[in-house]
């Protein structure tokens, strides 16, 4: 982690895209208890930051020690959403992933990940009732699901009722963004990851990059949850006022999915132990890193989402290499 | 682009294949200035040139950037037809794609690839219904839609609705046939995808390979749009009279569903920014390189249309390295 | 093609196998003039000779030249068989596949070959109508059938109405087997592909390996028909009497759907304008081969009928090596 | 083989993994015949002793040869638990697999792997009635099929009529710790793989690591039984009161679905001939090793049980090459 003196926060925005070239950083030898020590707002986040976040598996862990990730997601014409979350879940660490979909929607999760448990909502087609919650580590919900009247009182009933942070993601986040005030209720610690638009919509206008990144550090702090923004560069503001920018991804994951399989590996983090803090981050990271490592058998027009959630794991690799 | 002074049309004809062995074009030192400047009617359309069609993507690009596509195709015991063009156009830089197919259908593309979208056709079986246009930067119609009396009519309304230029390949270029009045309706710039076999129907007889590419141009000069002629050395005429002849593909492409993978490919790029022109020749281009290069673990017998789709990235990525 | 002087039909029974090492065969330096022509009612088929069977594809093919498969097979519980034979067709240089199937097996075909194309049978169970047979280059009927009342009836009608040679597998065997007099009215030049078990009965009584030999070429002679007794050396018996014994495959390939995807490589060999003699031979030979190239990457434990389908490419390719 | 005075068994009880390093095993140059005469109840089971198991196969060998497996699981939300056992036991040598599930369940096993049968249960959701035994060479119930009832009973029923040694398995297992006196029903030699969990149910209180081995030597010894209790080191006891601990394995594996493959591995051992000492034994080192191999392409966190399954060629392959 480098605090941002060491680079600048500016390099990183996209309104000055077009003037500012690759950034490299370089050495300049600053005392390492200097950096350590310094309590700086904006780190930009590298690997070996990420490789210490990263657990080592005890060997007598068990799929129990790994936690039941519940993947609320998915809608008619968008049940796709729900599979690539949940298979990045599963990607990701998590012991056990049940998806919570509208009957239709089943069949395409059992067909394409044998892996999953699949728990049925009342509606054939979309999110309105929720499942026993008792029984899950770690949820996530919002990619495909929609905004009917049913879901949004779905989406708040899971917000009243959850006991642990949950992760919000594509229409969550457009549906709180039309009843701002839910955001005051979430679960502390919950994790928000829009991208620019839906963030836009969050924050109840359109801000200039700059601008997002200060809004972004408010609301985390007055809600006291993480706010993973989505972009280029993508930033992550803690409840404390910290932010953490990305160094991993490419132009190539501007496409559909990306986001679904972002909140996944959120997701089976969460289950798998590690905190809001190190679950956003580290996800965040890895998620940036698959779609670099995906890239090598693809191009940046080619590159889907499940090449990337199929780069998880040597993501995750990536970094017992790190010094 | 070599002006087809440097070769000869005629080498590029079936029709005497027998006679004409491999044919390579020697460098004789023509000057770079002439090539440009001759307003050459036939261009050789090689690496070279499709390198430099290729757009860098922005790091600050984002999943909007890249458009929404819908794809139109897909009737009762077609339905694989949908899904190859609209994965392949998935593969070719679309941002969103959205495959709009009877409820059949549906379920076929939601198993098969999670980050499609899936729009239901008012009808079970085909094509009968049109989805809201102004959601879409792109649209291609024809890969497995039958010629029923309803998709007729369907079709019709879409050229009369749509306001950006389509894609048209297979069956709406059959029932383009049997409606000829229909030509001068289409959007400036569409792109019509023909293979021998449709041309000649659209042409209204059966011609040699050398009065079929006369013909092409003229209905393209006539229509204002493009006419992609499918064959050995595919044919690209422009509204302007020029043509381009196809240098990548190989016999093994002689497969169901190739035909479905190039539209979808024209259709992604066009999607992702690319004009009209430049998205008919890149494709054309692409999708012969992504044969090619799939024929490295395959063979003319065994090679289908997945294998290509499959190796689109590749194909792009072969541009990366084009001096 | 050796014949059999060089090597001994005694070494390819099973019978003897416990006794019977590994056989290498050794040139004696036969003047190849008198290979040639010597009329061997044996021989033995090597790579040479499936290398010069195969087919050069003239640049200027295209889908219609390779033709339009027609499969017939799945039943209830046993529509996999269907899709091992269309696919190992379609991967096997067919231009078109249509696979005919009741319409409860019409999902999994689409779900698992976006290439296929698909026709319902009345049936929603199994195989009791007939497609328009005009339509078709090649057809094959029997994986999975099954043996129903009506599945009988509709066999015994295919038979009657095919005008070209028919592929006959599996169940479509047992019933020719319970309706011996059948077999004078198969299309001249149709192909048998039975196992051991499906030839005993076709042949009336349980035979050694030796006794099986001599009533296939008894059948194939007296029927005007093509049988392919599968087994670790299969035997393939021509019309005229002459026997080939192939030189590949391996025990691994002990396992379900091998035998469905033989027959689709023999319909897409058909199809794509090979006699019923080289489609036949060349299929034995190259089945085995992909059965032996999926090997490396597999156990004979762990074969699998879709391994073996996904190394038919290598196993043609292989062929263009062969001196 | 190495009889357990060579290591300590304590060296593998998860209640010591915090004091306890790496193992390694030294030669001390112990005499052969030693170790080969020396009764050890406990023993350390490695690649040498599971190569001696695996069986070469005869060239003259055919799928009936390998037998008819049948694969009894899922339910309604868990129907992957059937597809993942019923893969892995094809992918593990048996020459058929038929999976009895419920109707809503058999679609998925038919779009996911066509080599496989699928036989309906009368039930729409889940397992209640039996299929005809007599047609199989080897049976597993459990995986998925949760715990209602018509299940109960239709577990039952299958024990009293089962006339070969069965493989039981986590909801079955369940039931069984529900169900105590059906243990001594059990068909002799039947294999039992519970998890620790499912252990603890069985033995009817929570145990320790230590304890729980010797509770699993006792019930093995009073009902004739194998019983697999998995862990990191996983321990098979046998009938006569030995017990072999496994060498293969990671922590990667705590992961969904791991359970239902190393079910299917031994139950497609059973069906291809291997005693059922033979069958467990090998299927927990391949199942181990499988997941080993696995790992290289991925890491702890997104391996997942098919990525187990798709490496059982290659762990049968690594007993080759033991010395």
């Given at each position: 982690m480098l605090p941002f003196q060491l680079t600048i926060l500016l390099f990183f925005l996209s309104e000055i895209e077009s003037v500012v070239g690759a950034v490299h950083i370089l050495d300049i030898a600053l005392h390492p208890d200097f950096i350590q020590n310094t309590?700086?707002?904006?780190?930009?986040?590298?690997?070996?930051?990420?490789?210490?976040?990263?657990?080592t598996r005890p060997v007598y862990s068990h799929k129990g020690t790994y936690g039941h990730a519940l993947v609320i997601g998915g809608a008619h014409g968008k049940w796709g959403a729900a599979l690539l979350a949940s298979r990045a879940c599963l990607r990701s660490g998590a012991g056990l992933v049940t998806a919570h979909v509208g009957a239709e929607g089943a069949p395409f999760l059992h067909n394409t990940m044998p892996e999953l448990m699949v728990h049925h909502d009342k509606s054939n087609s979309h999110f309105?009732?929720?499942?026993?919650?008792?029984?899950?580590?770690?949820?996530?919900?919002g990619p495909g699901i929609g905004q009917s009247e049913e879901t949004v009182r779905a989406l708040k009933l899971l917000i009243q009722e959850a006991k642990i942070p949950l992760v919000l993601d594509a229409d969550a986040l457009n549906i709180l963004a039309d009843n701002p005030t839910w955001l005051a209720f979430l679960p502390k610690d919950s994790i928000l990851t829009p991208h620019p638009g839906e963030f836009s919509r969050l924050a109840g206008s359109k801000l200039s990059h700059f601008e997002s990144i200060e809004k972004q550090r408010e609301i985390s702090q007055k809600n006291g949850i993480y706010i993973l923004l989505k972009g280029a560069h993508s930033s992550l503001s803690f409840p404390d006022g910290r932010v953490l920018i990305n160094s991993t991804g490419n132009p190539g994951m501007a496409s559909a999915g990306m986001g679904d399989s972002l909140t996944g590996i959120i997701t089976g983090l969460?289950?798998?132990?590690?905190?809001?803090?190190?679950?956003?981050?580290l996800a965040m990271f890895v998620h940036g890193r698959a779609g670099d490592l995906a890239l090598k058998n693809h191009s940046v027009e080619s590159l889907i989402a499940s090449d990337l959630i199929e780069n998880i794991g040597n993501a995750f690799e990536s970094l017992s290499h790190v010094k």
């Amino acid at each position: 982690m480098l605090p941002f003196q060491l680079t600048i926060l500016l390099f990183f925005l996209s309104e000055i895209e077009s003037v500012v070239g690759a950034v490299h950083i370089l050495d300049i030898a600053l005392h390492p208890d200097f950096i350590q020590n310094t309590e700086a707002v904006f780190n930009y986040f590298v690997a070996g930051e990420a490789a210490t976040m990263r657990k080592t598996r005890p060997v007598y862990s068990h799929k129990g020690t790994y936690g039941h990730a519940l993947v609320i997601g998915g809608a008619h014409g968008k049940w796709g959403a729900a599979l690539l979350a949940s298979r990045a879940c599963l990607r990701s660490g998590a012991g056990l992933v049940t998806a919570h979909v509208g009957a239709e929607g089943a069949p395409f999760l059992h067909n394409t990940m044998p892996e999953l448990m699949v728990h049925h909502d009342k509606s054939n087609s979309h999110f309105t009732t929720l499942p026993d919650l008792s029984e899950y580590d770690a949820i996530c919900v919002g990619p495909g699901i929609g905004q009917s009247e049913e879901t949004v009182r779905a989406l708040k009933l899971l917000i009243q009722e959850a006991k642990i942070p949950l992760v919000l993601d594509a229409d969550a986040l457009n549906i709180l963004a039309d009843n701002p005030t839910w955001l005051a209720f979430l679960p502390k610690d919950s994790i928000l990851t829009p991208h620019p638009g839906e963030f836009s919509r969050l924050a109840g206008s359109k801000l200039s990059h700059f601008e997002s990144i200060e809004k972004q550090r408010e609301i985390s702090q007055k809600n006291g949850i993480y706010i993973l923004l989505k972009g280029a560069h993508s930033s992550l503001s803690f409840p404390d006022g910290r932010v953490l920018i990305n160094s991993t991804g490419n132009p190539g994951m501007a496409s559909a999915g990306m986001g679904d399989s972002l909140t996944g590996i959120i997701t089976g983090l969460l289950a798998s132990q590690y905190s809001p803090l190190e679950a956003a981050a580290l996800a965040m990271f890895v998620h940036g890193r698959a779609g670099d490592l995906a890239l090598k058998n693809h191009s940046v027009e080619s590159l889907i989402a499940s090449d990337l959630i199929e780069n998880i794991g040597n993501a995750f690799e990536s970094l017992s290499h790190v010094k």
